[in-house]
């Protein structure tokens, strides 16, 4: 099936700092999603994204849909410790009737 | 509120048993989905259902099966036939199969082996 490779796995960062994380596909998607996931948890939508080229922002979040469609990045600016947590990229092709393919996650630390 | 509601939280097999994970949902939403998710990896499809009375095998269907005989409901079943069960399971909905709208998810049973 479709691999969405996903970086990176994990990262270490201070309070305060900046974080960016990336997906690329082998193969075009016509959605792109990043959903957040804390421990024991389902995961929660944070963007949607429908549009190559579209750059959307959710508070201190932002992502972007690559205009190739075959990539898409999430920012989270300013880190704080409730930012802690496994964020997940998923995609949808125009066929896949809503299936999903999911990277393999990033996990994320904040130190305070 | 309206959600995905996933039952039990936790639940744990013993070998040869089948055990059913139940999934409802009050949203009126179409599509359901199974997951299986193992640590350190994504979220990998078992079954998906587009409508009422029917269902699709995802990437991973073998040792489990499912139903779809009413809308708010889609239960998963881990048969005896599954060697390596243990894992944490979410169920998901969206609200129209043909449309791009995304999945939610419900919190997630987890399956241990006594």
């Known amino acids: 099936g479709q691999q969405l490779n996903q970086s990176p796995q994990s990262m270490f960062i201070q309070e305060g700092e900046d974080v960016s994380m990336n997906c690329t596909s082998s193969s075009i998607f016509n959605t792109w999603l990043w959903y957040k996931q804390d421990p024991g948890e389902g995961p929660v939508l944070l963007i949607a994204?429908?549009?190559?080229?579209e750059l959307t922002s959710n508070g201190r979040l932002t992502a972007q849909f690559g205009i190739t469609r075959k990539d898409s990045f999430l920012n989270i600016s300013a880190s704080i410790p409730s930012d802690v947590g496994i964020y997940f990229c998923a995609g949808a092709g125009g066929t896949s009737y809503g299936k999903l393919t999911f990277g393999q996650g990033t996990i994320l630390t904040v130190h305070p | 509120d309206g959600g995905i509601t996933q039952s039990p939280k936790y639940l744990f097999r013993k070998e040869g048993q089948n055990v059913t994970l139940s999934c409802e949902q009050n949203l009126n939403h179409d599509a359901m989905y199974w997951y299986r998710q193992d640590p350190g990896q994504g979220l990998r499809l078992i079954y998906y259902s587009q409508i009422v009375n029917d269902f699709q095998k995802g990437d991973i269907a073998e040792g489990y099966s499912v139903s779809r005989e009413k809308k708010e409901s889609f239960p998963l079943t881990v048969t005896s036939a599954q060697k390596n069960p243990t894992a944490f399971y979410l169920c998901?909905?969206?609200?129209?199969?043909?449309?791009?709208?995304?999945?939610?998810f419900g919190d997630g049973t987890r399956l241990s082996i006594l």
């Open positions: 994204l429908y549009k190559a080229g």
């Open positions: 998901a909905s969206r609200k129209d199969r043909a449309s791009n709208q995304p999945q939610h």
